[in-house]
């Protein structure tokens, strides 16, 4: 470490503001370079079947580093709150509300977004999922100054990745978390420096990843096998893809596609049983359901779900 790097831990005031588990090594990164003052995250929510309520992961992570944690329900009522601390330098990650002006225009280096898509392209707050949704062969991170609108202010730097066949959105959520932390600590120096770049977003080029609704988790099994086969991964390891089997929720984990055609079955008909899982009807061919979750049950391989029960009363049935 040099005698400059000493001198900006010493003199910037930093604030974060995140959220999710995505969001943890982003922030452990700055604070290990840059100090961070103050966190700003989501307020503690009810999870699982029990509504446990449970602190945000950014919020743990600031508590065992003895950082300021604040919670506003809204960020424009925390205004005034947060701009006491004197920021000189805002760095989000997920945190899910947009910033008002008064915080935008405040710090001397601005406010940095560090957002899980290569911009234009996925603007929203479900990146990861929606990439392998809609079948993207690569996307990345983009470093940006934060504008009033939702990512669309200027891109300082980007990196992009391939996304592989065997990405499901935990793995991809992984890979970019790591991405996106190291591009960040590359970039500050040049924000800081003055000597980092601004580029406008080509708008004719925008698409959007928006958040996962209860529609996208559903199952249609009249789409191609490949929509499907990225519909299971994309959800993968969160919120999950399902459908019903026998009047109950059937959450579907991985799957594989074959080359089988059965024009003569329903959408949705089960076709085979294999050794590692359920065959199933779908537009244009077969997939196979390798690892599910009955309802009121824990996650399993398909293969053990199977061997469990009459196999031949599977076939024929419909999941829809």
Not at 30 to 56: E, F, M, Q, S, W
Not at 150 to 157: E, F, S, V
């Amino acid at each position: 470490m040099n005698i400059e790097d000493i001198e900006i831990k010493k003199e910037l005031v930093v604030i974060f503001m995140g959220t999710p588990e995505f969001s943890v090594e982003v922030l452990d990164q700055l604070n290990k370079k840059y100090k961070v003052r103050a966190v700003v995250t989501k307020i503690d929510k009810p999870v699982g079947r029990k509504g446990i309520i449970t602190k945000p992961p950014v919020k743990k992570y600031a508590e065992d580093h003895a950082m300021l944690v604040l919670q506003p329900t809204k960020i424009k009522d925390s205004v005034d709150e947060i701009l006491s601390l004197n920021p000189d330098l805002i760095v989000t990650c997920a945190y899910g509300q947009i910033l008002p002006k008064e915080i935008l225009e405040y710090p001397r280096y601005g406010c940095i977004n560090v957002h899980a898509s290569l911009l234009p392209k996925l603007r929203g707050g479900a990146p990861i999922h929606r990439a392998i949704l809609n079948d993207y062969k690569k996307t990345g991170i983009t470093i940006m100054y934060m504008a009033e609108g939702m990512d669309d202010g200027d891109i300082i730097t980007q990196s992009e990745i391939e996304i592989t066949d065997l990405d499901t959105a935990e793995t991809l959520h992984d890979k970019l978390s790591k991405l996106g932390a190291s591009l960040l600590v590359e970039t500050l120096p040049k924000i800081i420096d003055g000597t980092c770049t601004r580029t406008k977003q080509n708008e004719s080029e925008v698409t959007f990843g928006l958040n996962i609704k209860r529609e996208d988790e559903k199952i249609d099994f009249s789409k191609t096998k490949r929509q499907i086969y990225n519909q299971i991964r994309g959800l993968n390891s969160f919120p999950g893809a399902y459908c019903m089997m026998d009047g109950k929720i059937l959450k579907v984990w991985s799957s594989r596609i074959t080359d089988n055609y059965y024009p003569e079955k329903f959408d949705g008909q089960i076709t085979n049983i294999y050794l590692d899982g359920i065959g199933v009807k779908v537009g244009n061919g077969e997939i196979v359901l390798t690892e599910i979750q009955p309802e009121g049950k824990r996650k399993m391989l398909a293969a053990d779900y199977i061997n469990g029960i009459d196999k031949q009363a599977l076939i024929g049935k419909i999941l829809n």
